[in-house]
């Protein structure tokens, strides 16, 4: 199994970006594809969690409003818009994936199994 994010860099304040997830050695469906960051000195977050099977995709209060998951299955792709951004969601990046069936949570940061390497964000003044 394994994840790569892509799409980190050095980004304005205020622009939009696109990471991307990009998925091999497991059957989507089976799986529910995670987004989260952690930030210098900060605890590791969600941000969007993605099931294909379900077409259910959950946020945390804290990441509505700028954050979209958006796929392309055909792809194996699972990506995450980020709008109007601002300095604090500099970051690293990194999409997860868990079993659908090994959690009653749908969300759960420890309930994720396998991690990508992850994509560094910089925003720029």
């Known amino acids: 199994v394994q994840l790569v994010e892509s799409g980190g860099g050095r980004v304005p304040a205020g622009n939009s970006l696109l990471l991307s997830c990009v998925i091999s050695g497991i059957n989507i469906d089976d799986y529910v594809i995670g987004w989260f960051r952690q930030g210098r000195g900060s605890e590791r977050e969600g941000l969007a969690c993605f099931s294909s099977l379900e077409e259910r995709t959950e946020y945390p209060k804290s990441a509505q409003g700028r954050f979209t998951v958006t796929t392309d299955l055909s792809k194996n792709t699972v990506y995450l818009q980020i709008s109007s951004l601002k300095n604090e969601d500099a970051a690293v990046y990194y999409c997860?994936?868990?079993?659908?069936?090994?959690?009653?949570?749908?969300?759960?940061?420890?309930?994720?199994?396998?991690w990508g390497q992850g994509t560094r964000l910089y925003v720029s003044a």
């Open positions: 997860a994936a868990r079993p659908r069936t090994n959690s009653f949570h749908f969300c759960r940061k420890t309930d994720f199994q396998v």
